[in-house]
Structures are given as C-alpha cells and as structure tokens.
C-alpha cells in the first residue's frame, strides 16, 4: 500500500524551529518528486517546497526561502521540511505528496492526501 505519513508539527513560538517528517511506505522516495504543502484556515492548500526525484532539485514558495530547507533520507525513506524563523503566518496544516513537476518549477499534487501534521506559531 503506497502511504505518506506526515509527523513534526507542533506549537513553536514565533522565530522557532521545526522538523517535519514524510515517511513513505509503498515506494521509495527517490522514485518520484515529493512536495510539502501547507493550508491555513479558511485558506486554499498552497505548495511550500518540492524535491525532484533526478537530481534533488529543490524550490521553495518566496514565503519561506531562506527560512525552509526540504531534504531527502533515501536510507530512512523519508523527506525532511526544516522549517526555522517561523512566524504566525506559517501556521497551518502541513502535507506531504508525491508530486509531478513541470518545465516551469510547477508542481502538482499526485496521490490522495494523508491527515497532515499541525503546526501552530504563536506566543
């Protein structure tokens, strides 16, 4: 059965650090792209970062450069979304998928969504 489990949230206060963790089950993740999204409240699920399955290219939405890092533990099979300096802003449910990448750095969404984790950024 081919499953991603997403695991790290939590309440952090603003300029903290998280580590959230996307374990596949199923397939490896070095077989395809994996994607990081996020969705607020009352807001649409939005891409955060990808990491593309050739070369481990990654890309970032301009909300989080410099701040996130997405990584990739083929031993572990298990992607990695560092998130450090968090403001409230980052607050969301965050997800994980196996993602398609087009030409333009666009990524979409190719499996069914697991429950996500929380992440709360507040003091």
């Known amino acids: 059965q081919v499953q991603l489990v997403e695991s790290g949230g939590g309440l952090v206060q603003p300029g903290g650090s998280l580590r959230l963790s996307c374990a596949a089950s199923g397939f490896t993740v070095d077989y395809y792209a994996i994607g990081w999204f996020r969705q607020a409240p009352g807001k649409e699920r939005e891409g955060v970062s990808c990491?593309?399955?050739?070369?481990?290219?990654?890309n970032y939405a301009d909300s989080v450069k410099g701040r996130f890092t997405i990584s990739r533990d083929n031993a572990k099979n298990t992607v990695y979304l560092q998130m450090n300096s968090l403001k409230p802003e980052d607050t969301a449910v965050y997800f994980c998928n196996a993602v398609r990448l087009d030409f333009s750095g666009n990524y979409y969404p190719l499996g069914s969504w697991g429950q996500g984790t929380q992440v709360t950024v507040s003091s």
């Open positions: 990491i593309s399955s050739s070369d481990g290219s990654t």
